[in-house]
Nanobody, 127 residues
Framework: QVQLVESGGGLVQTGVSLTLSCAAS????????MGWFRQAPGKEREFVAR????????NYADSVKGRFTISRDNAKNTVFLQMNSLKPEDTAVYYCAADANSCSGYGCYDRAEYDYWGQGTQVTVSS
């Protein structure tokens, strides 16, 4: 029933920008906080960014803060991740996730907090 579908990944050069999209269906989108995670080869899935239900409150991992922007369009049931100044270390599969519950502190960045996940989209940044 619930489906999250990421799109917009690809192969890009260092320093360029890329915007990912995640389309949600089967849930009341505005009732969920939304997050982006990524997983690089040989590493565990890590938190990237989170947007509260309205999108007014956002949080970012230190590694992307100032470069990435999370936003959402509740009328379109879509969350975005704008990625600027991309680096090779940003190379990973990027996943969006939906969180129905409240959270606080570092718990908001734990993958176990999130209830639904997309299948991911590959982002590769060449050096």
């Amino acid at each position: 029933q619930v489906q999250l579908v990421e799109s917009g990944g690809g192969l890009v050069q260092t320093g360029v920008s890329l915007t990912l999209s995640c389309a949600a269906s089967g849930l009341t989108f505005r009732s969920y906080a939304m997050g982006w995670f990524r997983q690089a080869p040989g590493k565990e899935r890590e938190f990237v960014a989170r947007a509260g239900r309205s999108g007014a409150v956002t949080n970012y991992a230190d590694s992307v803060k100032g470069r990435f922007t999370i936003s959402r369009d509740n009328a379109k049931n879509t969350v975005f991740l704008q990625m600027n100044s991309l680096k090779p270390e940003d190379t990973a599969v990027y996943y969006c996730a939906a969180d129905a519950n409240s959270c606080s502190g570092y718990g908001c960045y734990d993958r176990a907090e999130y209830d639904y996940w997309g299948q991911g989209t590959q982002v590769t940044v060449s050096s």
